[in-house]
T-cell receptor, first 114, second 112 residues
């Protein structure tokens, strides 16, 4: 009965490869997010979708492309992976896009670039 | 612009003693504020939230926080620490463009 689930949990790959991370929520939320947490545990928003529409698109390299096939899913595709992409990526979801409602987080995907 | 400062990067307490995690924010309007906890290899879990109702907010696991507008603070407290409280804690403020700004985090260790 996991609320926000991300796959894979760990991802180790070579520089230059293309990889995807999947996220699904079963909470009935209409807004989903991707965050990046660096090695110093600093969290920064990357993207947000509300009802499948992109509403937040931070200054992220265009190698990162989110895709929301429906309200319950938000996937993240990364092209031409670089060493600096190594981080933990968190998916989250909430009701509404206003930020007043708490966000529910997945357990993260630990991406390591060799 | 909104921002949040967690005044302590690391707090160490003995089991059974009080915990205080300090957070100051800056906001151009009445903010929404949250505290989240992150246990190792886990995602963030909401502890409590303030959204302009009562200034003293009670959360899960015995935590509470007090919103003080005059001091622009939202400190998190717990009367008696438990070993399971060892984790990373984030103070978060909602900005006026709907984004959340996260503090740098406070690592809590609990000594037996």
């Amino acid at each position: 009965d996991t609320a926000v689930s991300q796959t894979p949990k760990y991802l180790v790959t070579q520089m230059g490869n293309d990889k995807s991370i999947k996220c699904e929520q079963n909470l009935g939320h209409d807004t989903m997010y991707w965050y990046k947490q660096d090695s110093k545990k600093f969290l920064k928003i990357m993207f947000s979708y509300n009802n499948k529409e992109l509403i937040i698109n931070e200054t992220v390299p265009n190698r990162f492309s989110p895709k929301s096939p429906d309200k319950a899913h938000l996937n993240l595709h990364i092209n031409s992976l670089e060493l600096g992409d190594s981080a933990v990526y968190f998916c989250a979801s909430s009701f509404g896009q206003g930020g007043k409602q708490p966000q529910h987080f997945g357990d993260g995907t630990r991406l390591s670039i060799l | 612009a909104q921002s949040v400062t967690q005044l302590d990067s690391h707090v160490s307490v003995s089991e059974g003693t009080p915990v205080l995690l300090r957070c100051n924010y800056s906001s151009s309007y009445s903010p929404s504020l949250f505290w989240y906890v992150q246990h190792p290899n886990k995602g963030l879990q909401l502890l409590l939230k303030y959204t302009s109702a009562a200034t003293l907010v009670k959360g899960i696991n015995g935590f509470e926080a007090e919103f003080k507008k005059s001091e622009t603070s939202f400190h998190l407290t717990k009367p008696s620490a438990h070993m399971s409280d060892a984790a990373e804690y984030f103070c978060v403020v909602r900005s006026n463009d709907y984004k959340l700004s996260f503090g740098a985090g406070t690592t809590v260790t609990v000594r037996a």
